[in-house]
């Protein structure tokens, strides 16, 4: 698609070009200032962990097992302790102040924090969420390459992105384009960055290259997911034997919902210590794939059946989040898929669905 | 004189369930049995038809207390079998679990469950509150010895990361390094504890007893490996075992009798060992000993406590060493089954442990064979009893029952061990 | 103690009396321990809070009393597991903590001038309870007014002491009936499940609207027989239950389909429930 | 509050569970400002027949003189526990339920007369159990929380699911994805943080069945990553083999 000349008078104005030795200068410099989280290698896998130095950073990592949401909504959260039994309370310090930056996110994966930025802020404010988000920047990184689960396209998160990022890095060739998305990304930038050349034309034929990257991930991505109609869709399939049928195959093991970027449901627990009066309460990871989720007093439970568990994962995702959120609930990440044992794939439930849907009953 | 019955329905401070039932009657023993009733868990039948990767597992299920021990000497008996060579920094983590696993039984032992007599208590429940320090100064200890089985196996009972081969995982450097600092400050409260078992007031009772124990290659005090030996001249290799050592079932117990051939019982443990390797001792303990007026060897069941301090100073010197030495790499070779047969020996805590395997092509188990400390042990318990108990006749029947007890429990008796192990003695005939 | 900004920390309440209502369920009159807090408290019928031991955690439970009855709101609490035990061990005087109100509450507004049939099913009074005094305080902004109630037996009515009280609110009647009268146990209403007392309902469904609360399979036959005799399932309210933890739509965890239980709810219209992608009955 | 009284009760077991109570040593002193042991063999403790408020029974039952036992003792105690994979669902001990009690006992016995061996159940088997500390051994943590909540009259915060929700929080490698081996973590109930796959080695099991374990599923997954059906059922006839859902995936019916 040609650029118009404002447009890309703008772009070329938000651009820079880093050297990779100024790249990792300026990583340096903000791990003075900030707690500086990328994707490192750990063992055989990829995770976003704390950088001690920026040689560690895996530029053309797949994907990681665990989002970066892990240091928005944490696993494991106090929200307040208590002592005497309950008669003092104090806040949770840790919502202070303390400044992080989050590197190396894909696209798929800054869209997802724009989904939970929803979840946290809609009707009631979770100050947690939000004073840590407040103290987040985010630096996206282009993707290097698309896998057979990722489905970003069918949902446009990826892998073009035009917004939630401070910044957005390509390595192309032997450096880096840098861009700047928004106020807070350009001062950074020029306070730590040094950059290599700003000179328009070097800039410009460096976002051909980095377009031209995107059409071949683009074009890689076949499998995706048909969203025309889906909300329509899935409202008319409630009853659709293929739900049965996952019954027998997922696990319920919860490992769909642990590493999706977009699940955010928790649990609240109360833990005291030895003497029984003073304690915290935390917050903790929780999953609708588990039994236990909807179970109340007496032995109740509105989804003991698996099935039922399935459906409310996919829906929620696919379905209710456009209603309670005004936004799709899923980024195409393909996580889901590719941590589930018995590769249960969403984008083949849809499919399937399409392929006999339920005849409307009027 | 009137008939003296002593009748200790459930041995406390012991691990697992055992009675001791004695009747004297005019100065003469009329019955001695020590009864292990501890239910059998036919450990050596349900193996039969398991695959071989998941021997060490299951067998440390044998005992809580010594895992470590019942998982390496599985191992060792499965890489021979198979004709597999486990790397130097393998041996090294092995090694040091095994320590890891005598500092930890060793505290228990001494603190927990011997000590109490000797100072006069129910328990060390009990001795909180008038020698809160001595306990605190136990749980230290013991708590090292814990963490390091936790840092290199995973967890204090039942590890996860040994296999056959080598190892799963190895802890992180820091981990290592914090540990080192807390073996080395632990030097002093493993000094005390030498100085502790040698004060209290041991009784006297000598009895020519055989001893049994490793000896390993002149620079090492045995561990994990070496030749059986015993002071009365035998020297046999593992894979002999059974030239030398046989059992018999006896009714009142579940455990089995273990004997020499041609001879008769025979002593396992912490003061065989000593006895055996004083010299290969760490020079720290040696001298610890020696300050503390010990001269090894003793012929006295009892010294075996002090045997257990000296032993856990020499841990900690010895982890020290290896700690050092580590290269903390894991490794795990892929292994193929072949058939074969194979033997392995370990000094568990509480003494000498025996495990054998059959097995076939398919990696499946065929025959299994493993004898316990305590099985090693409970004939030789009997046979001191025996002997001791003219010597304390006189004695009023409260005192001559703590006395047997206490005798008993210098062992560090793991009846649970020993009760998994009753077998036919099929190869006897 | 601030629980403005932030809206898990629970404030506290004290309890100021405790009505012993049945063997397993009691009424407790709360207020905050900050006068400020309790002046500035103001909940609608229907509305919940969510009631906090600290140590053991923390249960969404309705306001059983009437906006205007007095300086005080209270609860009506079966005692079934970790939260309701720990609350009604408590004594006079005893502190613990909440926060709220939460939820939508009954639609009192809407349904003004019609007829109202309450249907009630054991601990399912306590919401409602809140309901009938506010009618009474307002009784000329309502028509009739049927209460329908269920419990399982004599000794499980809630609010025995004040059923005179509720007949003598103009033109109201109360019907009760419990599942079983256990020997020598004196009952002069109903035996049977409270869908029985169908046959008595004197309102005219196009002219009512339902409040209903109560175990879901109560509710699940009391909706099919109400829509059977003509009543609209877009008149047909209920209060449900899900598990929830935040009470403020966050957790996720009372969501039916794309509602939140919390915020949406609790009470809902049938005809809202009966479109949902996840089906309650 | 008075201190309430626990009893330590040991059957068939390695004393392993026991052990993992002593092995509290950070914890010992406040735990024991909490509760008072009277009865403890294995650390000496003996004064008292009950009635005890809190039993914790380790081991499997596996005898006739422990089936009277374990009813002996359920009478004493206000609060019975089963303290790890023995006593919660017969522990490896259960694995010689496969054989035939004579195979088992000629195997090793001379002397059959002395023998009053009974396939080996969990306690609850035989009577009502209060909570169960899984695992084998028990988790410290799980010991204390039941401890902790017995006290506060709650129910003791222990979730069941799998043991895939730890693993995945702990970012681990999943054995079946990336180490291509089988696990039994997605059926097997978390509590354990996931330890065996953290320590990059297949979770066996030894916490018994989650909360909604699809074992025949797994079982197909394991078939199709290469195991024999013989292997398959060796992975579920371990620790909990006597439970419903293991000898579905074992292919017992
Ligand atoms: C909107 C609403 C209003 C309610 N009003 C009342 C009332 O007035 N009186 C009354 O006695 N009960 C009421 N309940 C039910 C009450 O919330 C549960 O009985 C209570 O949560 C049980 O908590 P527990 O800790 O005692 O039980 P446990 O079984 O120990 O539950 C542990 C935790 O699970 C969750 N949980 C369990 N059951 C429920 C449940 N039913 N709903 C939501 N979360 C649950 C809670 O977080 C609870 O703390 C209401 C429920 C809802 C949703
Ligand atoms: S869909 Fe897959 S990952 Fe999710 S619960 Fe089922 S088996 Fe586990
Ligand atoms: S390694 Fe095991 S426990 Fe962990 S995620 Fe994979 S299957 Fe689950
Ligand atoms: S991972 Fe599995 S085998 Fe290991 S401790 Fe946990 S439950 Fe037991």
Redesign the pocket.
């Known amino acids: 698609m040609p650029l118009k000349n404002k447009e890309v008078s703008l772009l070329l104005e938000k651009s820079r070009l880093l050297s990779q030795s100024s790249m990792n200068d300026f990583i340096r410099n903000l791990s003075a200032s900030y707690e500086v989280y990328a994707p490192i290698k750990k063992g055989k896998q990829i995770v976003f962990e704390k950088v001690e130095n920026p040689g560690e950073i895996v530029w053309d990592y797949e994907t990681t097992q665990i989002s970066p949401k892990k240091f928005l909504h944490k696993p494991f959260e106090k929200l307040f302790s208590f002592e005497d039994g309950g008669k003092i309370i104090s806040e949770n310090e840790e919502i202070a102040e303390k400044k992080q930056i989050l590197l190396g996110l894909h696209p798929c994966d800054v869209r997802a924090v724009e989904i939970l930025d929803k979840v946290f802020s809609k009707r009631y404010e979770d100050p947690y969420y939000l004073k840590r988000r407040k103290n987040s920047i985010i630096i996206a990184l282009t993707c290097n390459d698309a896998h057979e689960t990722c489905y970003c396209t069918s949902f446009s998160t990826g892998p073009r992105i035009d917004r939630g990022y401070d910044i957005l890095i390509t390595p192309l060739v032997d450096n880096f384009l840098v861009e700047i998305g928004s106020p807070r990304g350009e001062e950074i930038l020029n306070q730590y960055g040094e950059a290599l050349s700003t000179d328009s034309s070097i800039l410009m034929e460096y976002h051909r290259l980095k377009n031209a990257k995107l059409e071949v991930i683009e074009n890689k991505i076949k499998n995706k997911m048909n969203t025309e109609n889906l909300p329509e869709l899935l409202e008319q399939n409630v009853n659709h034997p293929l739900w049965d049928n996952l019954k027998e195959e997922c696990l319920a093991c919860g490992s769909c919902t642990i590493v999706c970027p977009t699940c955010y449901c928790f649990t609240i627990v109360d833990k005291v210590d030895l003497t029984l009066k003073s304690g915290q309460r935390q917050r903790v990871w929780d999953s609708c794939m588990l039994l236990e989720f909807a179970e109340v007093a007496l032995g109740v439970n509105f989804r003991r059946e698996r099935a039922a568990r399935i459906k409310q994962r996919i829906y929620h995702k696919l379905y209710s989040f456009e209603h309670q959120f005004y936004i799709r609930g899923c980024v195409g990440c393909g996580r889901c898929i590719r941590y589930c044992i018995k590769k249960i794939d969403p984008r083949e439930i849809i499919a399937e669905i399409r392929r006999e849907p339920i005849e409307q009953q009027s | 004189m009137k008939e003296k019955k002593i009748k200790v329905d459930y041995m406390a401070r012991v691990e697992g369930e055992a009675a001791l039932n004695i009747t004297v009657s005019n100065g003469k023993i009329e019955n001695l049995k020590l009864n292990i009733f501890e239910p059998a868990r036919f450990f050596e039948s349900f193996l039969i038809g398991r695959k071989f990767d998941e021997i060490p597992e299951l067998v440390a299920r044998i005992c809580g207390i010594c895992p470590v021990s019942h998982m390496l000497t599985a191992i060792q008996a499965l890489e021979d079998a198979m004709e597999i060579v486990p790397s130097g920094e393998t041996m090294r983590l092995r090694k040091l679990l095994a320590l890891s696993q005598w500092i930890q039984s060793h505290t228990l032992h001494t603190y927990m469950l011997a000590i109490p007599d000797y100072f006069g208590y129910e328990s060390v429940l009990s001795m909180i509150p008038e020698h809160r320090e001595l306990v605190e100064q136990a749980l230290r200890l013991k708590r090292l010895g814990n963490d390091l089985t936790v840092a290199i196996g995973g ?1 204090e009972v039942h590890p ?1 990361t040994p296999v056959i081969g080598g190892f799963t995982h190895v802890p992180p450097r820091d981990v290592v390094k914090d540990l080192l600092k807390r073996f080395r400050e632990a030097r002093k409260d493993a000094q005390n504890m030498v100085e502790i078992t040698t004060q209290i007031k041991l009784p006297d009772f000598t009895r020519d007893i055989e001893y049994l124990a490793l000896t390993s290659p002149p620079q090492e005090y045995p561990v994990i490996s070496g030749m059986l030996a015993s002071n009365k001249g035998l020297k046999f290799k593992k894979e002999d075992y059974r030239k030398h050592i046989h059992e018999v079932h006896v009714p009142h117990s579940n455990a089995l009798h273990s004997y020499v051939i041609g001879r008769s019982s025979f002593m396992v443990g912490p003061l065989a060992r000593v006895n055996l390797n004083y010299s290969l001792l760490a020079g720290e303990a040696r001298r610890a000993a020696e300050n503390n007026g010990l001269k090894f060897p003793y012929m006295n069941p009892f010294y075996s406590i002090p045997a257990r301090a000296v032993e856990v100073l020499h841990s900690i010197e010895t982890c020290i060493d290896l700690l050092e030495d580590l290269k903390l790499k894991a490794d795990q070779p892929s292994i193929t089954p072949k058939e074969g047969t194979g033997a392995g020996v370990g000094e568990a805590p509480r003494g000498l442990l025996y495990h054998w395997y059959k097995i076939n092509n398919k990696g499946e188990i065929v025959e299994a064979d493993i004898v316990s400390p305590t099985a090693h042990n409970a004939f030789n318990i009997e046979k001191d009893l025996e002997e001791y108990l003219p010597q304390i006749i006189s004695l009023p029947e409260e005192e001559m029952q703590l006395r047997c007890e206490m005798l008993v429990r210098a062992y560090d008796p793991c009846f649970s061990c020993s009760a998994h192990f009753l077998k036919i003695n099929k190869r006897e005939s | 103690m601030s629980s403005s900004h932030n809206p898990y920390m629970p404030s506290l309440v004290k309890i100021i009396d405790i009505i012993e209502e049945t063997g397993d369920t009691k009424t407790i009159k709360l207020i905050f321990v900050d006068e400020q807090t309790q002046k500035n408290f103001s909940f609608k019928p229907g509305q919940f809070n969510m009631l906090t031991v600290l140590g053991v955690g923390e249960a969404p439970l309705s306001i059983s009393s009437a906006p205007g009855e007095g300086d005080y709101f209270s609860h009506t609490i079966r005692r079934v597991g970790n939260v309701t035990g720990a609350i009604t061990r408590l004594n006079v005087g005893d502190t613990f903590g909440a926060r709220g109100p939460y939820g939508n509450g009954w639609p009192l507004d809407k349904i003004k001038g019609r007829d109202i049939l309450i249907v009630a099913g054991g601990i399912g009074l306590a919401p409602l309870r809140s309901v009938i005094y506010y009618i009474k305080e307002n009784r000329d902004n309502y028509g009739k007014v049927e209460i329908l109630y269920g419990a399982r037996t004599p000794k499980d009515c809630l609010y025995r002491r004040e059923f005179d009280e509720w007949r003598e609110i103009p033109n109201t009647r109360l019907l009760l009936t419990v599942d079983n009268v256990p020997e020598g146990t004196k009952w002069e209403h109903d035996v049977g499940v409270v869908t029985l007392l169908f046959d008595k309902i004197s309102l005219n469904p196009s002219e009512t609207a339902v409040l209903m609360c109560g175990p879901e399979i109560m509710m699940k036959f009391a909706v099919h027989n109400l829509l059977e005799m003509g009543f609209k399932d877009k008149d047909i309210y209920l209060s449900m239950e899900r598990r929830m933890n935040c009470g403020i739509s966050k957790c996720g965890l009372c969501q039916i389909g794309p509602k939140f239980v919390c915020q949406d709810g609790p009470v809902f219209s049938y005809y809202e429930l009966r479109n949902l992608t996840e089906k309650i009955f | 509050m008075k201190k309430p009284s626990v009893g330590v009760f040991k059957f068939t077991s390695d004393g392993g569970c026991q052990l993992q109570i002593l092995n509290m040593e950070r914890e010992l002193f406040d735990l024991l400002n909490l509760i008072n042991i009277t009865y403890f063999p294995m650390a000496g403790v003996d004064s008292g027949e009950g009635p005890f408020d809190i039993g914790f029974v380790e081991g499997a039952v596996t005898s006739t003189d422990e089936i009277i036992r374990i009813k002996e003792i359920r009478e004493k105690c206000r609060i019975l526990v089963a303290l790890g994979a023995c006593a919660c669902y017969g522990g490896i001990a259960s694995i010689k339920n496969q054989k035939t009690q004579r195979e088992l006992e000629e195997k090793v016995y001379t002397d059959l007369t002395a023998v009053h061996s009974t396939k080996a159940f969990g306690i609850d088997q035989y009577v009502k159990v209060d909570a169960y500390v ?3 051994p028990i ?1 410290k943590n799980e010991f204390i929380e039941v401890v902790k909540s017995t006290l506060l009259q709650i129910k003791p915060n222990l979730r069941p699911h799998s ?1 895939c929700v730890e ?1 995945k929080l702990r970012e681990n490698p999943c054995i079946f994805l990336i180490e291509g081996e089988v696990c ?2 997605p059926v ?11 320590r990059h ?7 018994g069945p989650a909360s909604d374990p699809n074992t025949p599923s797994l079982a197909r997954t394991m078939l199709e990553y290469g195991l024999t059906p013989e292997e398959v059922r060796l992975k579920f006839i371990k ?1 909990a083999g006597e439970t419903q859902a293991f000898k579905e995936g074992a292919g017992i019916k």
């Open positions: 967890r996860v | 899984r695992g084998c988790d043991v693993c039994m973590g097997t109930s978390a509590g354990c943080g996931a330890l065996c796959p953290s080695r297949a979770c066996e099991g030894c916490r620790y």
